[in-house]
């Protein structure tokens, strides 16, 4: 095989490894998994997310926990524009993110940032050393008792979503 395509269809994989970390990190904020969430994270990567700054593993438990994310009946984060720049065994990886969160009296708190990282390749496993959460804006907006309620399965909180038990 020539060494060009050798080293793009790594280059593809690794992305998308990486990718596949991101999208495990919001499920596991979104139904408050604090194991998913520490699958994602080296055991010394660092992760500085607002009001924490510490272990990747310990800001899985300390969201999961945190009173002000119990708060929220539903939550959804989605990520974007997520650029990779691979280095071996390293790459930086800016992700552009928006998380809605909903509250018990149908209240929204909206916030857009980036998560800019570091990521690893060990043990042939792509995690988080080093994290960055930059906040680009955020907005509340007060509750509209007259909205319509859509008809549908909720999500839940946790891992009795519908998710966990694949229909």
């Known amino acids: 095989m020539d060494v060009d395509l050798d080293k793009g269809l790594r280059a593809l994989l690794d992305e998308r490894e990486i990718t596949a970390v991101l999208h495990r990190y919001t499920r ?3 139904r408050c998994d604090a194991a998913a969430i520490k699958s994602v994270y080296h ?6 997310h607002g ?3 510490g272990l990747g593993t310990d800001f899985a438990d300390h ?9 929220f009946i539903a939550g959804s984060h989605y990520v974007s524009n997520v650029t990779i720049e691979l280095d071996g065994d390293r790459a930086f990886v800016e992700t552009y993110f928006m998380a809605v969160n909903v509250k018990a009296d149908h209240s929204l ?6 998560y800019i990282g570091r990521f690893e390749r060990r043990a042939g496993e792509w995690k988080i050393a080093d994290r960055l959460v930059v906040i680009d804006w955020d907005t509340f ?6 909205a319509p309620r859509a008809p549908f399965v909720p999500g839940r ?3 009795n979503d519908p998710v ?3 229909p």
């Open 63 to 71: 969201v999961t926990r945190a009173e002000r994310l119990r708060e």
């Open 157 to 159: 909180r946790d891992r």
């Open 109 to 114: 708190l909206s916030v857009g940032g980036r």
């Open 28 to 30: 596991g904020v979104d």
């Open 164 to 166: 966990y038990t694949r």
């Open 43 to 48: 055991p010394d990567a660092r992760d500085r």
């Open 141 to 146: 907006g007060p509750p509209d008792p007259a």
């Open 51 to 53: 009001d924490f700054d």
